[in-house]
Each structure stands twice: as C-alpha cells, then as structure tokens.
C-alpha cells in the first residue's frame, strides 16, 4: 500500500504544474500575436469606419485583444498575470513600431506604464472568466468594468469628436458579459453580489481616472 502511494504522487504533482518550457512558449505566442495585433491597429485608425475607428486607440479595444490573446492560451493564474503585461506592451509597441515606419512618429510611453500595471489584472481576469464563483465574478468585474467605464467616458467626454456608435457598442458588451456571467457563473448572493459590485467599482475608478488622465495629457 505505502508503495503505491508513492507511485501516486509524482503523476499528481506533475498535473498541478505546468512546465517552465511550455510556459515559455505560450509567453512568445501571446507576445507574438500581440505585437501583430498591436501592428494591425495603427492599420485600423486607418481604415475602420469613422464609427469603429476609436476601437484602434481605446483601452476597451486593446484590453479585447490582451483577453483575447491570453484566454486563447489557457494558461494558469501565475502565467496569466505575466501574460497580461507583455501582450499589453506588445500591443503598444507594434502600434507604436508601425505608425512610426507608418510616417506617424508617435510616443505612447504613458500606455506602456499602463500597460504594465493594468496587464497583469487583465490576464488574470481573462483567465478566470472561464471558472465558476468568486473568480468568475472577478473575472467578470474587470473586463466589464474596463468597458462599461470607458463607454461612460466615451460618451459623456469625447464623443462628440468620435461619434457615439463605438461607445454605445462597448457599454452593450460590457453590460452583455455581465448578464451572461451572472446567468452561468456564479450561484450564491454573495457571489453575484461580488459580480455586479465589483463591475460598478472599476467602472468608477475606470471613468475618473481615465478623466484625470486626460486632463493631464491633453
């Protein structure tokens, strides 16, 4: 029996991690993809429909891309945090890369410090959306509260420059992954509690701080 048992516990080990090799790989791939995708939006402020074109330079657009990106790895929380952060500069620096070659030099220093901050909480969030109760609700709380606020800000701030169609879009699907969140995910009051709080607060934070953010840069 005692040897057994032993046998056991390597296999169950070996499970509950995932080896720094294909940790690494999945790290090039979401970086790789993301710097792309990152190429590809200075295209878009280009040639998307003035209604569709603040997708290109939106932080809801871009958190789309780094969920996207990271979700598509199904990689573990850990790994997920350190995903969010690279996709986040990678986007940055493939936009900022291409415009440049582009013949439109531009600096987005400021985003990659964003970047940085905000990209591991994005990976993570991604990463959780897919699991059931308080991580769920987490999950949720971030991304929809990432487009719920810039949608407010969107409209209430910019939106007669940029047209409000695009903003309109952000705000249905952050209040759609909220509902659809809540209708799967998580079961108890305090949990859908957590859902709905959680999504107003960082939609809160999210509208005023990027207000202040404005102010200073522009």
């Not at 929380?77 to 493939?94: H, K």
């Not at 901050?117 to 990976?123: D, E, N, Q, S």
Request: proline share 5%; charged share 10%; aromatic share 10%.
């Amino acid at each position: 029996m005692a040897a057994s048992k032993q046998d056991v516990r390597p296999t169950s080990i070996q499970t509950e991690t995932t080896p720094p090799n294909r940790v690494l790989r999945q790290l090039l791939v979401v970086a790789g993809l993301s710097l792309v995708l990152g190429a590809a939006t200075s295209f878009a402020q280009t040639f998307l429909p003035d209604a569709l074109r603040p997708f290109a330079n939106s932080a809801s657009g871009w958190t789309l891309l780094t969920a996207g990106a990271v979700a598509a790895s199904h990689a573990r929380t850990r790994p997920s945090a350190v995903f969010g952060a690279a996709s986040f500069v990678a986007l940055v620096l493939g936009y900022q890369f291409t415009s440049t070659l582009r013949g439109f030099p531009t600096s987005e220093t400021l985003f990659l410090v964003i970047g940085v901050i905000v990209g591991p909480f994005v990976g993570v969030a991604a990463s959780w959306l897919r699991h059931a109760g308080a991580r769920a609700a987490i999950g949720c709380g971030v991304l929809s509260g990432i487009a719920l606020g810039e949608g407010a800000y969107g409209l209430i701030q910019i939106s007669a420059t940029t047209g409000w169609i695009y903003w309109t879009l952000v705000t249905i699907a952050g209040l759609a992954l909220l509902v659809a969140t809540l209708l799967r995910g998580p079961r108890t009051p305090r949990a859908r509690l957590l859902t709905v709080g959680l999504t107003a607060l960082v939609a809160v934070s999210f509208f005023f701080s990027y207000t202040t953010i404005g102010q200073l840069v522009f």
